[in-house]
């Protein structure tokens, strides 16, 4: 069930009438016009009451929109293309109706057909709405909203210029240039003077409606024209208009009417224009929507502000009015000129009434002429500027002109289908457009970047030769790191990517950390992959994907981890570097054992010691054993110690600032040194330390080595060098592994 919103207060009575007075003063003109431009087909007999039907749809639409929708400073009415989609319509009926339905049976099916189509569209706006689908459209690609409104631009251009020229009926331009005897050089007169005087006002005048001071002149013009020269070739002008209450399309009516005739046969072209009018009007809408978000720093509803523009539209077709949509020039007059809640757009619509119900009569003496020029000054702005720096980037570097080459065929495409063809046609093709858009960005490589073991390595600390080992050899091991979604679209492209990097690497790890979703396409890549190296005796790993992860399931599901197995899914990268590391090593024969005791006299802490300065050294420094997962320090400790690691595996670990977890930061065998700086600054532990393995530690103390110096001060000497030298390596791997990290982001 649909509820009215509660009304906004009246604290800012003042601005929001000011705002919806300039904001009418802008929608009053263009929707007469516009109401023109849709019944163009149905003559100038027909003109008086299609300004009528342009006025009436911003006065149901507008107020009934900002009623129910949730834009404070929103303005609703008719846009130019639901203007030209309904123009659309109305055409197509009046060609399709057989010979002989003439006069007022003719009027009253194309009215109702359009009234159908309208209906169509608000509701689709509303299940739009209700299934809270709004925020989806919004990421139709730009290339295809430029491109059809760049389309409905010189489409409205071109529809203009026979009035412009001052062609009575139905005279289409090229018919109008092969009968130059036509064209009514007085009326050009008059539609350029219009459109040179709101292109002037806009610029020079700030408080005053461009448009209004546009059509003013230009009728001025006009009837000065006519009273100093009497020269009757000035063009037509609207013709009568009277002030009429709104009148219910009756359905019955219709239907009686159309005894004899196949309404069935025009469904279908009905509902694609009926479903073509919602999805462009909530396009339009929703656009609006977020300038005017900008505008008052807030954040409208979609789904609310969707539900609102359907009711506003089957309001419109119940009274036969040209559907609506939000517009963004009516709503920044209306914000400029103090409008700030949903108030100034009822208040808009009211006023459009007011004007109507005043003005009726001297409506019908605006000159066409007049009309046509305003409207092509609309249709200039309308231009998107965003095309044309598009243009000016085909000078940009081959990768990135690739792009703006795509982009600009998309919109050049939609533009061309939208003037060649029509504008249904060409809102079937923005939609397929968007959806190849959508296939070939999300088709591009979901390799974020890839490097080797050599250059990265895990966060174990080794010995001499195992370091050796994999410097030289580290580049068998090769992590590639994903983004985005693994689907259809990007699925086949990974394979390929994959293959060119078979050549001489036997551990491949897959970090998946900022993979976003994989489908069933995604789930047999997995699978193939592994196929594929494993005839070349390779390994396939996964990081950042274990038990727990949210699509771990659905792999589970799909029988991926089954065909991988469970044991080459790791919890992050750096376990899966470790893995592949360790069994790296173990092919290579006696280098795999690193957790064996090692000496004091063997470690590369006491390179160059004589027997008397390892005697000297030992007795100074005790030993302390831990058990499997006992915390030898904590982060914090004040504990100003250097301890080296005899037998077993420690673990550095440090808590994260952004989640209550611990990460490591690296992990140390024997032979190794920990705790080095607190040592050298007595300053609390950066991190704690955890044994892995039963652990044999030896302890040197602040106390024990402040007596070294003392006592032996060549030996402490020879122990900071070497501690220098130690501190110097991790420095330099941990430098080593940014830089190639930055290199193949």
């Known amino acids: 069930m649909i509820r009215i919103r509660q009304l906004p207060a009246l604290s800012n009575l003042r601005g929001d009438i000011a705002g919806a007075f300039d904001a009418a003063v802008i929608s009053f003109p263009q929707s007469i016009g516009y109401g023109l431009v849709a019944f163009a087909p149905l003559g100038m ?63 009253v099916l194309i009215l109702g057909g359009v009234a159908f189509c309208v209906l169509v569209g608000g509701t689709f706006q509303i299940a739009l709405g209700a299934s809270r689908l709004g925020r989806v459209i919004k990421f139709v690609p730009y290339p295809v909203v430029s491109g059809f409104m760049n389309g409905v631009a010189l489409l409205l251009i071109w529809k203009q210029i026979a009035p412009l020229l001052g062609a009575t009926g139905n005279v289409s331009l090229p018919e109008l240039v092969g009968d130059p005897t036509n064209i009514q050089p007085w009326a050009l007169m008059v539609g350029c003077v219009t459109l040179a005087t709101i292109f002037l006002s806009k610029r020079l005048i700030r408080r005053v409606s461009p448009y209004l001071v546009g059509l003013l002149t230009g009728t001025a013009l006009y009837y000065g024209i006519r009273a100093m020269t009497g020269a009757p070739d000035l063009g037509p002008v609207i013709g009568t208009v009277d002030f009429e209450w709104p009148q219910l399309i009756n359905p019955a009516e219709a239907f009686d009417t159309a005894a004899g005739i196949d309404l069935l046969a025009f469904m279908p072209a009905l509902l694609i224009a009926g479903l073509s009018l919602g999805l462009v009007g909530s396009l339009e809408s929703l656009f609006s ?28 077709a119940i009274v036969g009015a040209l559907p609506a949509a939000g517009s963004i020039p009516r709503s920044q007059a209306n914000f400029n000129a103090g409008g700030r809640t949903r108030l100034s757009g009822m208040l808009c619509a009211v006023f459009v009434f007011c004007f109507f119900s005043v003005l009726a009569p001297l409506v019908g003496k ?27 980037k085909l000078k940009a570097e081959i990768r990135q002109r690739k792009e ?8 050049f495409t939609v533009a061309i289908l939208t003037i060649t063809a029509n504008l249904v046609v060409a809102v079937g093709a923005g939609v397929a457009a968007a959806s190849l858009l959508f296939i070939h960005h999300m088709g591009k490589s979901v390799i974020r970047r890839k490097y080797d073991g050599g250059m990265v390595r895990s966060r174990k600390m080794r010995g001499r030769k195992q370091d050796q080992y994999l410097a030289e050899y580290g580049r068998r091991i090769m992590v590639i790191e994903l983004q985005g979604p693994i689907f259809f679209g990007s699925g086949d492209r990974l394979m390929g990517e994959f293959d060119d990097t078979l050549e001489d690497v036997r551990y491949f790890v897959l970090d998946m950390k900022r993979v976003t979703e994989i489908d069933s396409t995604g789930t047999r890549v997995l699978p193939q992959i592994k196929k594929m190296i494993k005839k070349d005796g390779s390994y396939l790993l996964i990081s950042h994907l274990t038990e727990g992860h949210p699509l771990w399931k659905f792999l589970d599901f799909m029988g991926v981890v089954g065909a991988l197995g469970e044991e080459h899914f790791h919890a992050d990268t750096d376990a899966a570097l470790e893995w592949a590391e360790e069994h790296l090593l173990e092919q290579a024969g006696g280098l795999h054992d690193a957790d064996g005791e090692i000496t004091l006299e063997s470690m590369s802490l006491t390179d160059g010691f004589s ?64 705790g080095e700086l607190a040592l050298l ?12 393995t039963g652990v044999l530690l030896m302890r040197l103390s602040h106390r024990d080595f402040d007596v070294l110096k003392e006592e032996a001060p060549q030996l402490a000497l020879k122990l900071l060098t070497n501690l220098a030298r ?19 982001a």
């Open 681 to 692: 600054d007595k300053r609390e532990r950066s991190a704690g330390a955890w044994a892995d």
């Open 611 to 674: 027997d008397a300065e390892l005697a000297c050294l030992r007795q100074r420094m005790g030993e302390e054993s831990y058990g499997r997962g006992e915390m030898i320090f904590g982060e914090g400790d004040q504990d100003p110690a250097m301890l080296v690691i005899v037998r077993g595996t420690v673990t550095i670990r440090q808590k994260m600032q952004s989640r209550d977890q611990l990460k490591r930061v690296f992990s140390y065998g024997p032979g190794s040194v920990i």
């Open 404 to 411: 703006v080459i795509f982009d600009m065929g998309v919109a």
């Open 289 to 316: 929507s977020v300038v005017s978000d900008n505008l008052v720093n807030q954040r409208h509803d979609s789904s609310r502000e969707l539900m609102g523009q359907g009711i506003g539209n089957i309001a419109c």
């Open 45 to 107: 007999e027909f003109a008086g009451h299609a300004a009528v039907l342009g006025i009436y749809s911003a006065v149901f639409a507008g107020f009934l929109a900002a009623l129910i929708g949730s834009t404070p400073v929103q303005i609703t009415g008719p846009k130019v293309p639901l203007t030209l989609l309904t123009g659309v319509v109305v055409a197509d009926l009046a060609t399709r109706l057989p010979p002989g339905v003439t006069g007022d049976t003719r009027l």
């Open 726 to 744: 130690e501190v110097s390596m991790k420095l330099r791997r941990t430098s080593a592994e940014l830089a190639a990290l930055e290199d193949s």
């Open 366 to 392: 605006i000159p066409l002429a007049a009309i046509s020029g305003m409207l092509i000054y609309v249709g200039f702005d309308l231009v998107d500027s965003w095309t044309v720096n598009l243009l000016r």
